[in-house]
């Protein structure tokens, strides 16, 4: 029996459809009257339930009006600033990420964590874990020397196919023999850079760009050239052009086009198509990393750029995808389709870590090719949608004048610009402290140009802790922005 106070447990059910996106910032509550109505409780039961979430930061009472789902001044704020994409490139560089990532993690693992605002996953409730564990436990009564036989890398393995039929919704046709299943995304992106570059080679990326991949970067011994890229659109596709009349040693571009690390860009569909173009006609493979594609806001799935490549061994695109964000944090899987580089990078995969196990594979095959994955997609979308908009909002309404932000589509990561002369890092530090985890801008290129951005994420849901973390992480950020001059 539920031992809760009832206006616990009436506050417990209308936080839960705020936090899974079912009320929407702006949207009105039910009256208090209609409450009493709807739940059998008395006026006091449900002014108390509405006092709760406005205590919570939830919801906002409207004098005469009622309550609504909090809607702060994020129509104050602007997006963050366009890069200069007229600028003069700064020279390809080998990276050096190692210090700075090893710094962040030494103080993530030193300071006790008592919110979460740096991780790339939603929480573990927002994944269907007792569905997975039964399709484990099925997979494991139907072929049950599936844990004692040795795995192959073969392409007749049930996932493939279903990654393949799940492919078209991003527009791309590929055959179950053009996929090889990966440990993560992370994999997939080391052994597509390793099967097309050579320590020395330059490697052009997007600026910023994801930790992770400026990481591999420096382990291979490859150089980064940074390449502008706008918060809204993506890739400056013209300078990287321009980028290919000055530099002679390009041998790899790595992009996000959805919903870029750390930005949130979508690049318009004419300049992937552009990009694709570009690349193939100077025979500089196109490397996409499509981790955070499937999470869009609307059913409608953005298109991946290898949607226009050539196909099959053809192709020049080679595709990076995880299942680690949409499904299932704890398995390490990802893909890749590496078109006219596939043999190669098969080869590399064998090399460096032999194939992936076959449990998780069958696990979740049948999982994404029943309607089940559908539904789980649905929600997790909904959810992310709304906990982009509180987490927005919130910032919004804590973070001091100056502070820029803007709220992507899709996915579970803000780029937060801090007032000009803000450092990050002494924000992280300070932040880290209190047991506030962000990840700082300075993480996600090797120039000093991010210095001032956090990278807050929003996969967890919006609660009055995340809430009162950003007021104490708004305080940070006030400290220590530059006094205006008097
Ligand atoms: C853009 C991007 N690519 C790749 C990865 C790594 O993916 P995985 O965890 O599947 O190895 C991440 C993880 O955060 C990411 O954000």
């Known amino acids: 029996m539920d031992t809760q106070p009832l206006y616990l447990r009436l506050s417990g059910?209308?936080?839960?459809?705020?936090?899974?996106?079912?009320?929407?910032?702006?949207?009105?509550?039910?009256?208090?009257?209609a409450l009493t109505r709807l739940h059998r409780v008395s006026l006091s039961t449900a002014v108390e339930a509405c006092h709760t979430l406005e205590d919570e930061?939830?919801?906002?009472?409207?004098?005469?009006?009622?309550?609504?789902?909090?809607?702060?001044?994020?129509?104050?704020?602007?997006?963050?600033?366009?890069?200069?994409?007229?600028?003069?490139?700064?020279?390809?560089?080998?990276?050096?990420?190692?210090?700075?990532?090893?710094?962040?993690?030494?103080?993530?693992?030193?300071?006790?964590?008592?919110?979460?605002l740096a991780g790339t996953y939603g929480s573990p409730e927002m994944y269907p874990a007792e569905a997975l564990k039964n399709a484990a436990t099925r997979a494991l009564r139907k072929h049950?020397?599936?844990?004692?036989?040795?795995?192959?890398?073969?392409?007749?393995?049930?996932?493939?196919?279903?990654?393949?039929?799940?492919?078209?919704?991003?527009?791309?046709r590929l055959s179950a023999e053009d996929i090889l299943v990966t440990h993560g995304c992370i994999e997939a992106l080391n052994v597509a850079l390793r099967a097309v570059a050579q320590p020395g080679d330059t490697v052009a990326v997007e600026s910023p760009t994801y930790h992770g991949l400026l990481q591999i970067l420096e382990s291979l011994g490859l150089r980064a050239l940074e390449i502008p890229t706008s918060p809204q659109t993506g890739l400056s596709v013209e300078a990287l052009e321009l980028?290919?009349?000055?530099?002679?040693?390009?041998?790899?571009?790595?992009?996000?086009?959805?919903?870029?690390?750390?930005?949130?860009?979508?690049?318009?569909?004419?300049?992937?198509?552009?990009?694709?173009?570009?690349?193939?006609?100077?025979?500089?493979?196109?490397?996409?990393?499509?981790?955070?594609?499937?999470?869009?806001?609307?059913?409608?799935?953005?298109?991946?750029?290898?949607?226009?490549?050539?196909?099959?061994?053809?192709?020049?695109?080679?595709?990076?995808?995880?299942?680690?964000?949409?499904l299932a944090p704890g398995l390490r899987l990802g893909w890749v389709a590496g078109g006219r580089w596939q043999a190669r990078i098969q080869m590399l995969k064998y090399t460096q870590s032999r194939a992936n196990e076959a449990l998780a594979q069958f696990t979740v095959a049948e999982f994404?090719?029943?309607?089940?994955?559908?539904?789980?997609?649905?929600?997790?979308?909904?959810?992310?949608?709304?906990?982009?908009?509180?987490?927005?909002?919130?910032?919004?309404?804590?973070?001091p004048a100056g502070t820029r932000l803007s709220v992507p589509g899709g996915s579970m990561l803000l780029w937060v610009e801090l007032p000009p002369g803000t450092s990050a890092q002494?924000?992280?530090?300070?932040?880290?402290?209190?047991?506030?985890?962000?990840?700082?801008?300075?993480?996600?290129?090797?120039?000093?140009r991010f210095d001032h951005f956090l990278r807050i994420s929003c996969g967890f849901p919006f609660s009055g802790a995340v809430d009162e973390a950003l007021r104490k992480l708004a305080a940070i950020v006030a400290q220590n922005a530059p006094r205006p001059a008097a």
């Open 368 to 399: 994404m090719a029943s309607s089940a994955y559908d539904r789980h997609m649905a929600r997790l979308r909904r959810q992310l949608t709304g906990q982009r908009e509180q987490m927005a909002e919130a910032i919004a309404a804590h973070f």
């Open 13 to 33: 059910h209308y936080r839960q459809a705020i936090q899974s996106g079912v009320l929407l910032p702006g949207q009105r509550m039910p009256s208090v009257r």
């Open 426 to 448: 002494a924000v992280f530090d300070a932040a880290i402290q209190q047991g506030i985890r962000v990840a700082p801008g300075s993480m996600f290129s090797n120039s000093s």
């Open 243 to 326: 980028a290919f009349r000055t530099h002679d040693r390009i041998r790899a571009v790595v992009v996000m086009p959805n919903f870029h690390n750390p930005l949130g860009s979508v690049m318009p569909d004419p300049e992937k198509e552009k990009l694709v173009a570009l690349c193939e006609r100077q025979q500089v493979a196109l490397i996409e990393d499509d981790t955070y594609g499937a999470l869009g806001r609307d059913d409608i799935p953005l298109k991946a750029a290898k949607a226009w490549d050539k196909p099959g061994n053809d192709g020049n695109v080679i595709y990076c995808a995880s299942l680690r964000k949409t």
């Open 144 to 172: 049950s020397q599936l844990l004692v036989s040795a795995p192959d890398m073969r392409s007749d393995s049930p996932l493939n196919a279903v990654l393949a039929r799940r492919a078209l919704d991003a527009g791309m």
């Open 57 to 116: 930061g939830l919801l906002e009472a409207r004098p005469r009006s009622g309550y609504f789902v909090l809607r702060r001044r994020r129509v104050d704020i602007q997006p963050p600033s366009e890069p200069d994409a007229g600028r003069k490139l700064d020279p390809a560089q080998y990276v050096g990420i190692h210090d700075r990532v090893s710094d962040f993690v030494a103080k993530c693992e030193f300071y006790p964590l008592l919110t979460n």
